[in-house]
């Protein structure tokens, strides 16, 4: 079992920055992908970005390309998302979810929530005008 932690939501004006975090525990050996998701009220939950534990190679919904940056430290097992130039629309409840393999490509990764096999409990952001 994996459990995942998120942290550091809060409220913002737009235009400006928040760091979220993801901390993992349990058998983390076979993570292979981790990734963020977010969910405005009355919405599906989206995919914002994710990363291969292999490569280290970034993923991207459109919308947030080039304002937010998804990294992890593996030592810490933590995730993290860094979001600048913050827009209304960026409000949302944002989870980090973990996708596991025992086998795992290099470019492995997944944009809709049936790809992955544990999820947080979610952090909220808000973004002002």
């Known amino acids: 079992q994996v459990q995942l932690v998120e942290s550091g939501g809060g409220v913002v004006q737009a235009g400006g920055s928040l760091r979220l975090s993801c901390a993992a525990s349990?058998?983390?050996?076979?993570?292979?992908?981790m990734g963020w998701f977010r969910q405005a009220p009355g919405k599906e939950r989206e995919f914002v970005g994710s990363?291969?534990?292999?490569?280290?190679?970034?993923y991207y919904e459109d919308s947030v390309q080039g304002r937010f940056t998804v990294s992890s430290d593996n030592a810490k097992n933590t995730l993290y998302l860094l979001m600048n130039n913050l827009k209304t629309e960026d409000t949302g409840a944002y989870y980090c979810?973990?996708?596991?393999?025992?086998?795992?490509?290099?470019?492995?990764?997944?944009?809709?929530?049936?790809?992955?096999?544990?999820w947080g409990q979610g952090t909220q952001v808000t973004v002002f005008s």
């Open positions: 349990g058998r983390t050996d076979n993570t292979c992908s």
């Open positions: 990363i291969n534990s292999v490569s280290g190679k970034t």
């Open positions: 979810a973990l996708l596991e393999r025992y086998y795992c490509s290099s470019y492995t990764y997944y944009t809709t929530t049936s790809g992955y096999d544990y």
